[in-house]
């Protein structure tokens, strides 16, 4: 037996063995690199502008979320309309000029919003939505509590309101914007003079909700409307019958609300 063989053989297969355990190694390596790529998307950092420190990363984080935006923006819209109500019920302002300047207020938010809505601006749906539950909310509590708005010119105020929501939600293609303001607007038309509102102005509000809720009934996230608008028309349905039942039985005390 040659005995410069063995050394070598030995050194051959100590070079193999290393060679199996990096390679194991390696695999290791980038078994871990794939599953930290599946669970972080890449992302380009020139997408993102100026380079934000790692101190700061959270709250940069914070600053920018559109929750966090939005609902900075709702709280301002609502500090300004306390800030009227409260002049308002001060005495400072007369009431009457209070009611109308509050629904201008409503009003130029939807204004804005429609405005933000033809130009794709961030907070786009934000100020229609308050605008229109802001007026729907003037609306009921002006005309049912202090009676300081007639019928004809509330039941105009909530009409308006649900066909401009509709419109704009329908034309921008935002749904959110046809769900606040159609349902909150066939709901006050309901709730204003409930158990007796104006029956005939209330079924077409809830209809046209109803309708409204159909045409997004192919939205996945507004599908529920159409829901509630309908349990809303089978309510009044059953509402009115009863009510009709009533002055079938009484015909000499029909309410004027029931003559129609």
């Not at 709250?59 to 979320?65: A, D, E, P, T």
């Not at 802001?134 to 009921?140: D, G, H, I, N, W």
Request: proline fraction near 5%; glycine fraction near 8%.
């Amino acid at each position: 037996m040659d005995p410069e063989h063995p050394p070598t053989l030995r050194g051959d297969a100590s070079i193999d063995s290393q060679l199996d355990d990096l390679r194991a190694q390696l695999q290791t390596l980038r078994d871990r690199v794939l599953n930290l790529e599946r669970a972080t998307p890449y992302q380009n950092p020139a997408d993102d502008g100026a380079a934000v420190e790692s101190g700061d990363a959270g709250r940069s984080w914070l600053s920018h979320s559109a929750v966090l935006r939005r609902v900075a923006t709702i709280s301002f819209v609502l500090v300004i309309a306390l800030v009227l109500r409260t002049l308002t019920e001060g005495g400072i302002v007369d009431p009457v000029l209070g009611v109308w300047l509050g629904i201008g207020y409503a009003v130029l938010l939807m204004a804005v919003g429609w405005r933000n809505l033809a130009r794709n601006r961030s907070g786009q749906r934000v100020f229609t939505v308050c605008g229109a539950v802001l007026l729907c909310t003037l609306v009921l509590e002006t005309h049912a509590r202090f009676d300081y708005l007639g019928a004809a010119t509330a039941r105009g105020l909530l009409a308006a309101t649900l066909l401009a929501s509709v419109g704009l939600g329908v034309r921008y293609r935002t749904p959110i914007v046809v769900e606040a303001g159609a349902l909150t607007a066939a709901t006050t038309a309901l709730v204003i003079g409930f158990p007796l509102p104006h029956f005939p102005f209330a079924a077409s509000m809830l209809v046209l909700a109803t309708l409204a809720g159909t045409a997004l009934i192919g939205v996945r996230r507004a599908a529920w409307m159409h829901w509630v608008a309908l349990a809303q028309l089978f309510f009044f349905w059953l509402l009115w019958a009863i009510k009709l039942q009533a002055a079938l039985d009484h015909p000499e005390a029909i309410a004027p609300e029931l003559m129609l």
